[in-house]
Structures are given as C-alpha cells and as structure tokens.
C-alpha cells in the first residue's frame, strides 16, 4: 500500500484534534480576550509574510542574512532599553539600516558573503551584550522582546506587520517573472535590463523590516524560523515555483494558528510553540518524502 503524505499525517491530526476537544474550554474563554484576538490575527499575518519571503530567502540562500540580522537586533533592543523608548521603536530602523549596510559591504568587498556576515554579526553581538550590561535594574522589556511574546503584540504591531505584509505582496507578486529569474540566475537576470541592485535592496528592506516585527513575537533567537522552515517544508513538497510560494504561506499561516492553539492549551511560551510545530510539520514531510522515495 502506498503512502501519502495524508496518512503520514494523521497522528498530527489526531493529536491535534485531541488539542482541540482537551482543550476547547480554555481556549473559548481565551478567545473572549482582545489579547488573544490580536495574538491570533498577528501569528496568520506573520506566518504568511514569513512564508512569502522565506520562500526567496531559501532559493535565494539568503537564510544566514536574515539570521544575522535578528541576532543583530539586540544592539536595537539594548538601545531602545537604554535610551528608555519602546524598543520596537528601535527595531525597525536599526534592522533596516544593518540590512542595508550588510549588503552594501557585501557588494564592496571582495569577501565571501558568509564571511561578510559572520563578522558582522559577530561585532553587532559583542556590542549589543555590551549595551545590556549597562542596563540597570528592570530588563523585562529586554527579555520579552529576545525571547518573543506574541500575546504582548498591540495594534500598532498588527498594522505594522500588515503594512510590511502588503508591500511585501505588492513588491513581490507585482513583479514576480523579473524576481524569478533574479533568483535563479542573476547575470541573466542583469543581461535582460532588469534592475537587479533595485530589487535586492528592496528586498532586503522588506526582509528586515519583516525581522523587525516578528521578533517580538517569536524572539531574536527564533526570528529565523518563522522564515526558514515553512519555506522549506514547502520545498520538500513540490517543485514547481507557483505551488511552492502559496504551500509555504499555507503552512507558515497553519502552524503559527496551531503553534497558538498548542500554546494556550498547555500555557506555553507562544512563540517556542509555534516554532515547535512547524518543525515537527516539516520533520514529517521529510520522513514522508524518504519514504515514498525509498518505496518508490
């Protein structure tokens, strides 16, 4: 008997059903909350702008970048803590300016761009466990924001991942054959007149951007995930590149509503479990995947 990737599915399924029924007294009582509304909402928003991006970042093998920029961000949470400012304020425009100097550096310089990067993100860390150091007394907001809290999102967060979620869109899709062959192969993509130093810079804006505002929701040490693995599990599935991009938004929107689901259910940390699940997902269409292989 063969296989499919729905029966390989099932026990996630029946698990996942047990969730519901064990707990659907709490969460009903939980959705009575605008916190949890807004946590819900900001994990759909957020796994879909993960999943659209992560799909480039992962053709484009741009994971490491993304990586260093989150890590990197906690020079603009120790400054934000410091200067006594929300720092998410801090956020947006430090992640933005690093991404943008990175790629600057990587273009002038005759370095490898792992290289490139590993020095970057090894100075930004030093500075930015440097700057913590300073910091006296209460460090809450610094906790919260390195290891994420998504229930804390407000709706200037939800406006602000929605406003990077519709340029991303637009940006993207509105130019998705020139954006195609940018990624898979970039001086054919400059022999066709397509400004390509344009739309890596505009990509990479919207990359960190994206950083920004999932960060407080799943936390500087995680902020990679939430582009990496639904991009991935998405790859192990299909090939073509029109299924690949809407699989990996379906899935990063999925496992960040289950991620909550599991969350409120066994009062978890939200970000870690939403994570969690889309690890577990993606361990699953791997094993799925060897599997028909091997059977095939």
Sequence with gaps: ?????????????????????????DLVSLLQFPFMQRAIAGAILMGILGGLLGSFVTLRQLSFFSHAVGHAALVGVALGVLLQVNPTSMLLPFT??????????????DLASDSVLSIVLS??????????????????????????????????????????????????????????????NLDVAKVQGIPVQLYRYGFVILL????????????????NAFLVIPASTAKLITHH????????????????????IVSGTFNLASGPSIVLVQFLLFATVFTWVKLRLKAG
């Excluded at 960190?208 to 902020?223: F, R």
């Design 96 to 109: 933005l300016v690093f991404g943008v100097v990175v790629l600057y550096l990587i273009d002038k310089t």
């Design 208 to 223: 960190s951007l994206a950083v920004a505002v999932a960060i407080k929701a799943v936390g500087v040490l995680l902020v």
């Design 241 to 260: 590149f029109s299924n690949f991009l809407s699989m990996s938004m379906i899935v990063g929107a999925t496992s960040s509503i289950v991620g909550m």
């Design 1 to 25: 008997m063969t296989m499919t990737i729905f029966d390989s599915l099932l026990p996630i399924s029946s698990l996942l059903n047990w969730l519901a029924v064990a707990g659907s007294h």
């Design 123 to 184: 100075g930004a860390l030093a500075i930015g466990v440097m700057l913590t150091s300073l910091i006296q007394g209460y460090r809450g907001n610094l906790m919260a924001v390195l290891f994420g809290d998504i229930l804390a999102i407000d709706n200037t967060d939800l406006i602000l991942t929605l406003l990077v979620l519709v340029s991303s869109s637009i940006f993207l899709l509105s130019t998705l054959p020139q954006q195609i062959l940018l990624t898979l």
